[in-house]
C-alpha cells in the first residue's frame, strides 16, 4: 500500500478508514501490536483480507529527512503524538530526527514543552533533550550543562510518573 495510491491516504485518512474505503467492509478490524525494527513497534490492522501497519508516519518522516526537507519541531512533534506511545515507530522516528539536529532552536523548542499542560507533549520534550544530549559525541558536549541545569529543576517540579521518569534517565 505504499505505491501512488498508498502511503498518503493511509497517514492523511487513517488506516482503519482507508483499509474499509478499499475493502469495502464493515467487519470488525483486527488490530495487533507488533515490532517494527529493533527498538520501535507499530499497530498491525487486518480488514477483509487486507492487512496493514500504521508505521505511516515514521516513513514520511524519514522520507522528508531523505528528501532534504527540514519539518519543523512542532510538525514532528504532532505526527509522534498522533500515536502518544514511546514505543511506536512515529514517536521514536520524531524525537531521534529532532535530537540529531543538536541546534539550539530544537533545544529551545523541547525546553519549552517543560511547562505544557498535557503530559504527552512534556514526555516529547523530555526525551528529545535526554536524546540531544545522548547523541552529542562532540569534544565540547554542548548541551551537557544546559541538560543538567533543565532536568534538576525539572524533577523537582514533574507530577507525572512518565514524564519524570524520562526526566531522570
Not at 495487533?32 to 492487512?51: A, C, H, K, P, W
Not at 500515536?83 to 540529531?100: N, V, Y
Not at 523548542?109 to 503530559?119: E, G, I, V
Request: glycine share 8%.
Amino acid at each position: 500500500m505504499c505505491g501512488p495510491d498508498g502511503l498518503l491516504p493511509l497517514h492523511e485518512a487513517g488506516v482503519e478508514a482507508e483499509l474499509r474505503r478499499r475493502t469495502g467492509a464493515r467487519d470488525a478490524v483486527v488490530r495487533i501490536r507488533v515490532q517494527d525494527g529493533e527498538f520501535n513497534s507499530v499497530d498491525e490492522y487486518s480488514l477483509g483480507g487486507m492487512t496493514v501497519r500504521d508505521g505511516h508516519a515514521a516513513i514520511l518522516t524519514r522520507l522528508k529527512e531523505l528528501l532534504g526537507t527540514h519539518p519543523s519541531f512542532e510538525e514532528l512533534m504532532d505526527r509522534a503524538l498522533s500515536r502518544p506511545d514511546q514505543d511506536h515507530a512515529a514517536w521514536g522516528s520524531s524525537t531521534i530526527l529532532l535530537a540529531h539536529r543538536r541546534d539550539r532552536e530544537t533545544w529551545t523548542a523541547a525546553a519549552s514543552r517543560r511547562t505544557h499542560p498535557d503530559p504527552s507533549h512534556r514526555l516529547f520534550g523530555a526525551e528529545v533533550l535526554r536524546l540531544t544530549h545522548l547523541f552529542d559525541d562532540s569534544d565540547e558536549d554542548a548541551f551537557a550543562g544546559p541538560a543538567l541545569d533543565i532536568f534538576a529543576g525539572w524533577s523537582a517540579e514533574e507530577a507525572h510518573l512518565d514524564v519524570l521518569t524520562e526526566v531522570l534517565h
